[in-house]
Every structure is written in C-alpha cells, then in structure tokens.
C-alpha cells in the first residue's frame, strides 16, 4: 500500500519530489485491513516498526562492499493523519520501475481500483504465454479479494455491499480510466449465480491489448514465466 501511495503522491516520472506519504487511520480502517481507528493505529504502529528496518542492499563491483539503506526513515500520527517518511538518498527509480508498465492513469485512481491495476499488471507477466495466444487472461475473485484486503465470505453478513460492489466499482473505475484497446476488465460468473456463488467461483476476465501486449511481445522467450 505504502509503494502505491508514494507513487500517487511523491513521484513524477519516476522522480521523488516529496518525501511525505499522507493517509488517515479511517483509510485503514475503509479498505478494510482493520476493524477500528484504535486497531488501525496500534496495526500500523506495529508494521512500521518492522518497515523501518527493512532495507534494500547493492554491492559494489570494484571493492564487493555490501551497502544498505533503509526504504523509510521516520513516521508519525497526529490526529488520526499518518505520515510515513521516505528515504530520499534511494534512487527510486530503480525500485519504482514496474510502474513504467502501469497506465498512466495509475497514479489518478482511487485506491482500490489502484491495487487491483497493480495486481492485474503484476499477474500479467506470469501469464504471458496464455495472453499472446488469445489476448485473454483470468484471475480468481477470491484471488483479488485477498489482494484488495475486502472481507472474506465468513467475515460480511452482507458479502454484495462489503465485496462484489466494492470490486464492480473499481472496475468500472479502471474501464474508465484505461484506453479500452489496452485493457479491458469484467467480472465473469454462470448467469442468475448468487453473489456468494459469484465470489466463490467467479473469475475475473482481462482482455490484453495495445501497449501491454507490446510488452508481453518484448519479452523472450527464455524469461516468460510458465502459466
């Protein structure tokens, strides 16, 4: 989530021009990773701890020195508004390079509709083979679902409000947002199913087209993954 909010709010071509990642506690508690503010700040507090010392490592050729930086240098909460600091010693346009395959529309979505982009695209590489011989991948609901952090069936008393609008919202989200010729989004399911049966054996269908399948073209063959 953070990668994706940093690509909305610090970077431009690749290029970090702020350092600052900005959410409430309440966006937490909205896409559906905690229950309540209080668990949401005590979550977050608890992953940071952790991301902070995360860092990404590179030796150098000359001496085979290891160096390492850490991705995230500080983070606060003040009145429910969370920061998270970014480190701007990293070059990020090396981490951040996938996103150059993204729509650039990406960066203009709402969240949601931004992490299920990211996952169809992110998906789209190991389905290579099956897109240039019909231009056509799927993927499971359930799949997105865990991707999207919605509900799970067992956890909504009402899985069309909680999950299957959220998911059609932001399909259409990205419909409407993408050139059609380069990606298409539907949601597939035997018709008069009901919506758990959709969610439980659904599948969601990606039509491939212009610039995605250019990319799936450029790849060769020795490095596609295996469907």
Known sequence: MLLILMAKQ?????????????????????????????????GFEHAMRIL??????????KKKQTHGRVLFTAYDIENSKCTVTVNS??????IVRFYTLLPN?????????????????????????????SQVFSIRLSTI???LALPSLLATKNPKRDVLVPLQEAVSQINAAV??????????????????????????IIHVGGTPLEYC??????????D
Not at 12 to 36: A, H, M, P, R
Not at 52 to 61: D, E, F, G, K
Not at 115 to 125: D, G, I, K, S
């Open 145 to 147: 679902m865990i991707r």
């Open 10 to 42: 610090c970077l431009e071509n690749g290029v970090l021009y702020d350092t600052k990642i900005k959410f409430t506690l309440k966006d937490l508690v909205s896409l559906g990773f905690y229950s309540s503010t209080h668990t949401a700040r005590v």
């Open 52 to 61: 902070l010392n995360i860092q990404i490592a590179w030796t150098t050729n």
């Open 89 to 94: 010693e990293i070059d990020w346009s090396y």
């Open 105 to 133: 529309c990406f960066p203009s979505l709402p969240l949601k509709a931004a992490v299920l982009l990211y996952t169809v695209m992110y998906l789209l590489r190991q389905n290579i083979n099956t897109i240039l011989t």
């Open 179 to 204: 050139q059609e010729n380069d990606l298409r989004l539907e949601i597939s399911a035997p018709e008069g199913s009901k919506t758990t049966e959709i969610l439980d054996n659904g599948k969601m």
């Open 217 to 226: 073209e450029s790849i060769p063959q020795r490095s596609r993954a295996k």
